[in-house]
């Protein structure tokens, strides 16, 4: 640029040189200097050409024609204001929400893991299909095997979620814990903020360090960085800090502290655990997956107990978003369809301005415009029509982040795996705003192109011959407006399936019975410290006594209606707790082949709090503690299922792994939806919890109270028990049942918001070609009129006109959806994707809209008067 | 239409300008004037060419980095601008010189059969 200038400040001189020293040389051959100067003249031709020439050699010329182009483009926008509001509002709410859609995939499913090899890494968990487990944790002893055995990972690692007790900092907290393999660090490539991870040879022995999550060491030590090498009491032991993670690393395991498993604590492990692998770079998915099966037959013979078990491999990435991506995927596709209905909405727009524009393109190629200069024009109109409405839509996007926020979940669950994971906050990214761009200047390029190349089509002698009467070349135009309105319904059509589907599914999630009744329950869950020796629960019967006195504490709170303490909590999936039974009275099967059952332990008031009918028998009562005989109640479906044809009180199972005498059948109690509405209820065998205690128990509450002011009087009746002990995930069952069904609710909401604009948009489609039509056809319905036609038959012919529109539309529309809403199916409880009643009820509720939107137009064909219109000729 | 022949016709005519103007720096650095008196004097008259489009042609081949520039004095110690071949400009010259060969080659034999059947 800087060359230009110079180079063209320097050509007057030069060229002044030029011809002087011509005219000297012409004076040296005998010319006057008059004559000589004007010789040279001559000779050098056209000094301003030529200087102009030269500048046109240095100048951008796309440039200042782009520049041109934006300077009308603004100018033919400022002058028609209202067209230029409603083009921008339609292209930003389709925008907007394109925006605001690819913003929540951005930073869920597209970031990557914050971890290293994270593309390489896979989840390995075992399954086993004759009992319907399919993704649940190995034991230690597996772990071991996989590791010694297998040749497709550069590494294995396994880790434990859990809580602990952390004392002597204040109150006594309860944190999230994670205990690991000690090649954490390396697995992971996690370099700490401070200190060190383990060291892989620290496996040998036990060792009491402790590395901290970021979060808990900014709120707990006040991102000291001097805290390595510090003592912390966790469960009542001294360990040493040893590192802090990175704030990053949270976004795969949100923990408060890492602990170390010691080979010999690892042999002896066997629930809840996880395992991660990373692939060698040369080993894919499959290969993985064949050699681990080979080695789950091998530890199978090696093993009998583990008989029947499979091992499972998911990459870890897909693992953690299989929940949320299919209503993302819908969601995404949703906004395309808002996206294109609005581009077709301005497309609309657009046409009806260029046959008002019709004579000003007839003169400009007249005067010699190319076609290809004229078409630019259009486009760099369009564009930044599409550029306003894309600043405009980046701001709804923006603003919508927030409410967004509120229905993207925090925690998403892993199917099938009682597990849930961590999502990041829903914020705006630099790439939603290069997306934003993106996707205005492709809308621009849409529905520019369309009236552009119409607009050239237009015969240049003709158009201006009509004159100053624009209204009858309009007429040409109508075919592709009709079209692009047919476009429209059906896409609307589409969305307005789509979201009836949703609509009906979440009515059957909502109405679903569960087996319990949902509402006005509390719940939060107790550990017991019982990890050190002096400890006041290392005994069952100490346990089985602290949470009597828990419960006899919060059933003394004032508004409490009941209470009981549960191992597991219906849909919250915390944990996993299942085994296999022989039925003593009916032991047909091989010794080595077992029935399974989940296992619940819970107090005798459980039944009547959860509101879980009694079918038969009765439900446990404080007489079934360890000095009484061991009762148990099963559910409906294990008694379907196998007692088939008797009564299943008064049998005895027993319980595998267990040397104590068969438990007798006490009761039968209805079904419950443990791990979701959309699965059945799983065979469930319930031990009184006096009978057989645990450490940790979920305690539910009935109350009509809401729950932020009963809590602090339950924590206080718990605390004036013992005052030392924590309480942690405290949540309501609504919580946890939109948790369940989040990626429904999410689907749902956000689907039925998009449906509405598309219908919105696609009436007002419909409702602007009908009046245009309309005006066009003013001069024939005067002369109808004044023929006399009734106003009823006028109104007829234009009703007419947009209901053809739309049922083209619709037909279209619902063979779109019939193919699309398949993708739908994995969000549908009850509901077909082709769900007859939908597709009627909606094409009938279209055409009632399209209908309504030629009506206004319809009435104003009626209100010609006809002599006007005949004056108009 | 007489715009699209009109912008033929500059076109070839520029095709040729650019071609001398490379050959005529082929032998030293020299300055506008110079190089136009040249094009006159070694074409015995044959092209004429307003001088002045000389100036627009060589800042097209600044631009592409055909030749480059500097201040000099030319020969009644005028400060000058001397235009010079650079190194892309030489590979140009060859390239065109060798099309323009095959080019004129064609022309004439084309040509000269016609003449034939005239006589």
């Known amino acids: ?873 | 239409m007489s715009t699209k022949e009109e912008k033929e016709r500059v076109e070839l005519l520029q095709g040729t300008l650019d071609l001398v103007i490379l050959r005529t720096l082929q032998l030293e650095p020299t300055h506008g004037q110079a190089i136009a008196k040249a094009i006159e004097f070694k074409s015995d008259d044959v092209l004429q060419v307003e001088q002045g489009s000389l100036y627009p042609a060589l800042h097209r081949h600044i631009k592409r980095k055909w030749i480059s520039v500097e201040e000099g004095t030319s020969e009644n110690n005028c400060r000058a601008k001397f235009y010079q071949l650079a190194a892309n400009g030489r590979r140009q010259f060859a390239l065109e010189t060798s099309k323009w060969e095959k080019l004129a080659g064609a022309s004439a034999r084309i040509l000269r059969p016609t003449e034939e059947r005239q006589s």
């Open chain 1, 1 to 873: 640029m800087r060359r230009r200038k110079r180079m063209l400040e320097d050509l007057d001189q030069e060229i002044q040189e030029h011809i002087e020293m011509a005219t000297r040389e012409n004076i040296d051959r005998g010319m006057s200097p008059e004559e000589a100067r004007y010789a040279a003249l001559r000779k050098f031709g056209n000094v301003t050409q030529v200087k102009e020439d030269a500048r046109e050699v240095w100048s951008l010329v796309w440039l200042e024609h782009l520049l041109q182009d934006i300077r009308f483009g603004l100018r033919m926008l400022c002058k028609s204001p209202g067209f230029t509001v409603v083009a921008v509002l339609t292209l930003a709410l389709g925008i907007g929400a394109n925006s605001a859609i690819f913003n929540v995939v951005n930073v869920t499913l597209l970031q990557p893991l914050p971890v290293r090899n994270a593309s390489r890494m896979v989840v390995i968990w075992v399954n086993n299909l004759e009992h319907g487990w399919t993704r649940i944790g190995p034991t230690g002893q597996d772990y071991l095997d996989w590791k010694e055995q297998s040749k497709s990972f550069d590494d294995l690692f396994l880790f434990e979620h859990g809580t602990g007790t952390i004392t002597g900092l204040g109150e006594p907290e309860q944190v999230a814990g994670l205990r690991v393999t000690t090649n954490f660090g390396e697995f992971f490539g996690v370099q700490p903020l401070f200190g060190r991870t383990f060291r892989r040879e620290e496996a040998a022995g036990r060792h009491n360090f402790v590395i901290l999550g970021y979060a808990y060491w900014r709120r707990h030590f006040h991102s000291d960085p001097s805290v390595v090498g510090r003592d912390l009491t966790l469960n009542s032991e001294e360990y040493t800090i040893i590192g802090v993670l990175p704030a990053d690393f949270a976004g795969l395991f949100p923990s408060d502290v890492v602990v170390p498993f010691d080979t010999d604590w690892l042999k002896r492990a066997d629930s809840d655990l996880g395992v991660f692998g990373i692939l060698k770079h040369e080993a894919t998915l499959d290969q993985a997956s064949g050699e681990m099966s080979v080695i789950a037959r091998r530890i199978v013979s090696a093993r009998p107990s583990r008989k029947g078990f499979g091992i499972v491999l998911v990459p870890l990435q897909s693992v953690r978003l299989e929940y949320l991506r299919p209503a993302l995927l819908v969601l995404l596709g949703a906004v395309g369809f808002v996206l294109l209905i609005s581009c077709a909405n301005v497309a609309n727009l657009m046409l009806a301005r260029s046959v008002v524009r019709q004579r000003e393109m007839a003169i400009r190629m007249a005067l010699g415009a190319g076609r290809f200069r004229l078409i630019r024009q259009l486009l760099a109109e369009s564009i930044l029509l599409s550029l306003l409405g894309g600043v405009v839509g980046a701001l709804l996007a923006f603003w919508s982040t927030q409410l967004l926020a509120i229905f993207v979940p925090s925690r998403i669950p892993v199917p099938n795996a009682a597990d849930k994971v961590l999502l990041p906050q829903i914020h705006m990214t630099g790439a939603t705003f290069a997306f934003t761009l993106a996707v205005s200047v492709f809308a621009g390029l849409v529905f520019g192109l369309i009236p552009a190349l119409h607009s050239l089509r237009c015969n240049v002698n003709e158009s201006l011959k009509e004159g100053g009467r624009g209204f009858v070349s309009g007429l040409r135009g109508h075919r592709t407006r009709s079209t692009l309105v047919i476009i429209e319904s059906a896409l609307a059509f589409v969305l307005v399936i789509g979201a009836g589907l949703m609509i009906k599914s979440f009515q059957h999630l909502l109405d679903a019975n569960p087996g319990f009744h949902p509402n006005h329950l509390l719940t939060l869950r107790i550990k017991l410290p019982n990890d050190t020796k002096d400890s006041p629960y290392r005994e069952p019967r100490q346990q089985a006594a602290a949470f009597q006195r828990f419960l006899a504490g919060v059933e003394a709170v004032p508004g409490v209606q009941s209470a009981a303490f549960a191992e597991i909590v219906p849909l919250s999936q915390d944990d996993m707790d299942m085994g296999y039974f022989v039925v003593q009275e009916n032991p047909l099967l091989s010794a080595d082949q077992h029935l399974a059952a989940d296992y619940r332990d819970v107090t005798p008031n459980f039944f009547a709090t959860m509101r879980v009918p009694l079918l038969s028998g009765r439900t446990f009562s404080q007489q079934d503690d360890l000095d009484h005989p061991r009762v148990i109640i099963v559910d409906e479906s294990l008694a379907h299922r196998f007692f088939p044809n008797e009564d299943p009180i008064g049998k005895h199972l027993q319980i595998s792994d267990s040397t104590k005498p068969p438990r007798e059948i006490v009761g039968v109690v209805g079904g419950v939806r443990d791990t979701g509405f959309d699965q059945d209820p799983r065979p469930t065998i319930y031990f009184p919890s006096l009978q057989s205690p645990d450490q940790t128990m979920t305690l539910v509450v009935r109350s009509t109270l809401p729950p932020s002011s009963i809590l602090p009087a339950i924590k206080n009746a718990i605390w004036s028990v013992d005052k030392n002990q924590p309480v942690f995930e405290v949540r309501s069952m609504d919580e946890i049942v939109s948790g369940i069904v989040s990626a429904q609710r999410l689907a749902f909401l956000l689907l039925g918001v998009f449906a509405f604009l598309a219908l919105a948009l696609a009436a007002i489609g419909i409702y602007g070609v009908t009046s245009c039509m309309v005006n066009e056809r003013t001069h024939e319905f005067g002369v109808r009129i004044a023929l006399g036609a009734q106003p009823g038959d006028v109104s007829r012919l234009v009703l007419t006109q947009g209901a053809r529109l739309a049922g083209i539309g619709i037909l279209a529309g619902a063979l779109a959806a019939f193919a699309l809403t398949r993708l739908l199916s994995s969000l549908l409880f009850n509901v077909s994707a082709t769900d007859p009643f939908t597709f009627v009820g909606v094409a009938i509720f279209l055409a009632l809209v399209a209908l309504a939107a030629g009506y206004i137009p319809a009435r104003r064909a009626t209100n010609v008067d006809p002599m006007i219109a005949l004056r108009h000729e």
